[in-house]
């Protein structure tokens, strides 16, 4: 008797296996729909026992119909059209200085010896610090229009693209680095014709976190320093005890980072189509 055998007897499938094999050959969209539904319902569940106050956690119905009433203001150019476009402003800006200066420094780091024994410790010790504190220093530096809050995310979005940037330039295997000596390759060769592409997965792992990040630290900038974006809104709705306005931004915020998220997997797709991974966002 082998000892597969062996263990199917000592480990006879079960029920619960079966059910468990089920779930995983389920679509992936069909997993994602009756994760939601099962979340709303017992959403409803906790509403409906009135074990909480509805102004601390109102009904998905009541946080339905709020959605419905913000997404006409957002597609009929109303007012919360025009903090979306603000808060979308301060992400574009944030996101494309946080990937040219993390590109840039995450390059040092991975490409030289300053950069990976002194430089790469002085960045890991800032993103330690908690970086909410800062929000009141670019108020005070950059004042409270859009440039205090396009600072605070990109500060927050830097640190992601430095490591995967100078990650990537360690991707190359030592193999493809000799055969690059061999053929007499310059450094210079061997960065741009084999470091940089075998690094570019890596680089664009850096910008979907950040792609993420980046809205946060908008709001974030917002909620602390003022302004006139979806932040402003929410602060305002909290003060109000509206909590389903609350839900409702939330949610179209998170339609914004998806927005991000997507079209940097897009462009992944489009400028690294020959490398596919099992990565999220690789498609």
Not at 245 to 268: D, E
Request: charged fraction near 10%.
């Amino acid at each position: 008797m082998t000892i597969a055998t062996d263990r199917q007897h000592e480990f006879p499938e079960t029920v619960w296996t079966q059910r468990v094999s089920l779930i995983n050959r389920l679509p992936q969209p069909v997993a994602i729909t009756l994760l939601v539904f099962a979340i709303l319902a017992i959403w409803q569940l906790v509403a409906l026992s009135g074990t909480v106050s509805p102004i601390i956690l109102p009904s998905p119905a009541r946080t339905a119909q709020d959605i419905v009433e913000v997404g006409a203001s957002l597609f009929t150019g109303g007012y919360v059209f025009g903090a979306f476009l603000i808060t979308l402003q301060e992400v574009i800006i944030s996101f494309l200085m946080a990937t040219a200066i993390g590109a840039t420094l995450g390059m040092i780091v991975g490409g030289t010896a300053f950069g990976e024994r002194a430089l790469m410790p002085v960045i890991v010790a800032i993103d330690t610090m908690p970086k909410v504190a800062f929000a009141p220093l670019f108020l005070s530096w950059l004042g409270f229009g859009i440039a205090s809050k396009v600072a605070l995310a990109t500060f927050i979005a830097l640190f992601p693209i430095i490591v995967g940037a100078a990650a990537g330039l360690h991707a190359a295997d030592e193999n493809a680095r000799m055969l690059f000596r061999s053929i007499g390759a310059t450094p210079w060769q061997t960065l741009v014709r084999l470091r940089i592409p075998m690094g570019l997965p890596h680089f664009f792992t850096g910008l979907k976190i950040a792609a993420i990040g980046v809205v946060g630290g908008a709001i974030t900038g917002e909620l602390v320093g003022g302004g006139q974006g979806f932040g402003a809104l929410i602060r305002v709705a909290a003060s109000q005890l509206d909590t389903p306005r609350v839900f409702s931004l939330i949610c179209y915020l998170s339609v914004m980072g998806l927005m991000t998220f997507g079209l940097v997997a897009w462009v992944q797709r489009r400028f690294v189509f020959w490398h596919r991974s099992s990565s999220i966002g690789n498609g």
